[in-house]
């Protein structure tokens, strides 16, 4: 079975500075990766996806991961950070192996941004 | 385009009764699946649907079942009722295998 690794539970930030929220998933033959972000009381929102092609993706409010595969690793980073992206944020795997989409969650990174 | 609607948004209940939480996915998208949150455990996977089919089930009690209907509509229903039972549960809809998941704000449930 898939498992995805958010080793840090909270990562607290000074306003403008960078951040990288860590994920690492388990090995497999092929994967569909996603972060996505939930503001309090509210779902969760899609914030990018890797599905093949370049290993770099990034968002439309200035996000980005890597898709690393020998390190099975799909980091999120952010140059400069803003009050507002104080958040929750969850790493994703979407494994078809089993022939249909079975999407599994790591336990959630709390962006606390500081002015 | 509307969202994923979830309703009720609240919901109080009390040991040992039932609910019956509902789920309308974006028109288009026929599968449907259900998470429950809590914050000891995260984002936990309770079932996905396709085509009013259940395809995939975690690991939760016979207590917890769901349907969907034919409009790709879907409920979940949660019987005899546990004070761990209180979460926050999300449905989620996708268009196809590799599509990512559509969130909607979820149901609270607080069971007392």
Known sequence: AQSVTQLDSQVPVFEEAPVELRCNYSSSVSVYLFWYVQYPNQGLQLLLKYLSGSTLVESINGFEAEFNKSQTSFHLRKPSVHISDTAEYFCAVSDLSGGYQKVTFGTGTKLQVIP | ?112
């Open chain 2, 1 to 112: 385009k509307a969202g994923v609607t979830q309703t009720p948004r609240y919901l109080i209940k009390t040991r040992g009764q039932q609910v019956t939480l509902s789920c309308s996915p974006i028109s288009g998208h026929r599968s449907v699946s259900w998470y429950q949150q809590t914050p000891g455990q995260g984002l936990q996977f309770l079932f996905e649907y396709f085509s009013e089919t259940q395809r995939n089930k975690g690991n939760f009690p016979g207590r917890f079942s769901g349907r969907q209907f034919s409009n790709s509509r879907s409920e979940m229903n949660v019987s005899t009722l546990e004070l761990g039972d209180s979460a926050l549960y999300l449905c989620a809809s996708s268009l196809s295998e590799n599509s990512p998941l559509h969130f909607g704000n979820g149901t609270r449930l607080t069971v007392t």
